[in-house]
């Protein structure tokens, strides 16, 4: 066999030598292999030595970053309710207009897919409508502008029309939610949830 081979075989043979995985008459050869060659000699010894560790990077603080995570989502679902919240009263019919009618089923359809909760879709499309009812209406009293007779006297009739404005507004929002529903069922295959 010529040197260049058997240069080849120690190599091969290196890391179970380190590893004490040889028998005795192999490691005695490979060790005499490299007491007759000066760089076996040193590449044996360079195997011997434990590799450097690199220092293991901390772990990120699991609670601390879930709490990041979920002041971000929190953020997120401020600014959409808010854009949502501007859509659905530009587009409410205190302005005059059936294009609400569209916005507001996207919106209860929209709310329902990002928070899964319909008593949110109600106080969202409700309240918010019946408050801008009732204080248009108590204003237009004030100003004289209604037919009420002042605002005592028109307080409870105020308090209907605006119930009813919200009802109606909360009726197209309940519309979209139950197609946001639906959606959620088909993308789960129909299972209970």
């Known amino acids: ?9 120690v190599e091969d ?3 179970l030598y380190v590893e004490g995985l040889l028998s005795e008459e192999t490691a005695r050869w490979v060790e005499e292999q ?3 060659d000066e760089q076996l000699a040193e590449l044996l ?11 293991v990077p901390e772990q990120p603080d699991y609670e601390t970053m879930m709490k990041r995570i979920k002041r971000r989502l929190s953020l997120y679902q401020m600014l959409f309710t808010a854009i949502s919240f501007y859509l659905a009263m530009r587009a409410s019919l205190l302005n005059e207009s059936f294009g609400f009618i569209g916005w507001y089923c ?3 359809a929209v709310t329902y897919l990002f928070y899964k ?3 949110l879709v109600f106080l969202l499309a409700f ?6 009812s009732l204080g248009d209406t108590l204003s237009d009293m004030g100003k004289g502008e209604t037919i009420y007779g002042g605002i005592a006297a028109g307080f409870l009739p105020a308090m209907a029309g605006a119930a009813l404005t919200a009802a109606l507004h909360y009726g197209f929002a309940l519309a979209g939610n139950a197609m946001g529903w639906l959606i959620v069922k088909i993308r789960k295959g129909g299972g209970t949830e």
């Open 1 to 9: 066999m010529d040197n260049k081979t058997q240069r080849h075989i």
């Open 13 to 15: 043979l290196l890391p």
């Open 34 to 36: 490299a007491r007759d």
């Open 45 to 55: 010894q360079t195997a011997r030595q434990p590799l450097p560790s690199e220092p």
């Open 106 to 108: 996207l919106f209860g």
């Open 117 to 119: 909760d319909s008593k």
């Open 127 to 132: 309240v918010p409508i019946f408050l801008w």
